[in-house]
């Protein structure tokens, strides 16, 4: 039976945390949604991971699908649970990394949690309540200009506090560099004191580690995908496990590359992957106009390239360019039109041109792409780079090697270096 039961506020992140699970010792699965039918690959595991599409969806959503995720992961014996979100916080003011916690907390009669978003090994670090992206505050990273959830204050505090009724509170670097009883002291002294969640500073792996022990003991913890490391690495140890959990992955055939994500990182990559690959670009005012008119034009590079080497189809665009677009479309329909274009893309890909070998950027295009797929579950492979690892499909016609990449994260030679990893 599993121990773990993760949520995840999106599916690159949930591949995300599942790697980090993996790495550090603890064989795990992630689904796609909330499974409907029985299976025996949830059998034999360590920890279950469930990927949402639910970060940018109303509020109410987002909880009706995480309380319907819990109840799902309970029912499979997971004793311990995980609400991970990405290691930028974002979130918008109204939500939803604060209701969807409150509301676990509720549903699990826990009246306090902590938010750990840091991950030290992709730069994400948090001092003092506040997030860094490398050297950079948070809103001087490049995530003030993120189209859905634009993040424009490092104060992580003051960010969560505008999200929950409950009292938000720090627990600092200096109380986790004394160690793990420091750390359960100060959760029972702001549990004395009424707060609800702490946001817990840390700049290096060791203070994952210490964290991780030191909250043992609660229900839930919600955090980034690093917190994950902390945990498996315990476990992996009391079961005197020294290898990581998983398989190498084999796949041939055809290969490409879908590019949704507008991040600095994801944009670097694109721009390295068109110096080697042919590439089709993907925009939104032309879908608005003819949408039939790209997808055939893009399937048509497809056939004659195809066998040539990976191709790549992004949408990826510069902030001015995507702000254009929502100005003449609407913020959430052009993202919504571009996801769909995508996905309709991928799949002709797999269906009509052998594609067996697929690489998707950006949390939104891959929730759009493996639910067009018809995606149940992964078992997850080696990381590419820290965080994104290439993934085995289950419940799809032919298996495929699938790596979901969140924007933010990845080498910029990211997309001609991951095929060196598959057999």
């Not at 916080?89 to 699990?108: H, K, Q």
């Not at 329909?333 to 309709?344: K, N, P």
């Not at 579950?377 to 298996?399: E, F, K, M, N, S």
Request: glycine share 8%.
């Amino acid at each position: 039976m599993p121990v773990l039961g993760c949520i995840a506020d999106d599916f690159t992140g949930a591949t995300d945390l599942a790697g980090h699970l993996v790495a550090s010792g603890m064989r795990t699965i992630q689904t796609i949604g909330v499974p409907t039918e029985p299976t025996d690959a949830y059998d034999d595991v360590d920890a279950l991971v469930v990927a949402l599409k639910s970060r940018t969806v109303p509020a109410e959503d987002a909880i009706q699908a995480s309380l319907e995720a819990l109840e799902w992961l309970q029912s499979q014996g997971c004793s311990r649970f995980y609400f991970k979100y990405c290691s930028t916080f974002d979130s918008t003011a109204a939500g939803n990394i604060g209701p969807v916690a409150e509301a676990l907390m509720a549903a699990l009669d826990t009246p306090f949690t902590i938010a750990c978003p840091a991950l030290p090994a992709n730069r994400r670090t948090v001092y003092q309540g506040h997030l860094f992206v490398g050297d950079a505050l948070l809103n001087e990273s490049g995530m003030q200009d993120h189209p859905l959830t634009p993040m424009t204050d490092a104060n992580l505090v003051r960010v969560l506090s505008a999200q929950i009724r409950c009292p938000v509170g720090l627990i600092d670097t200096a109380t986790i560099r004394e160690g793990e009883s420091a750390v359960r002291q100060r959760i029972a002294t702001l549990s004395a004191d009424g707060t609800g969640m702490a946001i817990c500073d840390t700049t290096e792996e060791q203070d994952l580690d210490v964290l991780a022990r030191a909250t043992s003991d609660l229900a839930l913890v919600t955090a980034g995908s690093g917190l994950a490391s902390g945990i498996a690495r315990a476990y992996a140890a009391r079961q005197q496990r020294q290898e990581p959990a998983y398989p190498p992955i084999t796949m041939t055939g055809a290969a490409a590359i879908i590019s949704g994500s507008c991040s600095r990182a994801t944009r670097a990559q694109v721009e390295h992957g068109r110096a080697h690959y042919t590439s089709y670009h993907v925009d939104a005012l032309a879908l608005a106009e003819d949408y039939d008119r790209v997808i055939t034009a893009a399937l048509a590079v497809a056939d004659e390239t195809i066998d040539q080497g990976p191709l790549l189809v992004y949408a990826s665009a510069a902030p001015e360019t995507v702000r254009a677009a929502q100005e003449a479309l609407g913020v959430a329909e052009s993202g919504a039109l571009v996801e769909r274009a995508l996905a309709d893309i991928a799949a002709a890909l797999v269906e009509r041109h052998g594609v067996r070998r697929l690489l998707v950027a950006g949390g939104e295009t891959s929730g759009a792409v493996v639910e067009k797929l018809g995606v149940a579950a992964l078992r997850i492979g080696p990381d590419i780079d820290p965080g994104v690892p290439w993934t085995t499909t289950i419940g799809t016609d032919q298996p495929l090697a699938l790596a979901l990449k969140s924007g933010n994260f990845g080498a910029p030679d990211f997309m001609t270096k991951a095929w060196e990893l598959l057999a």
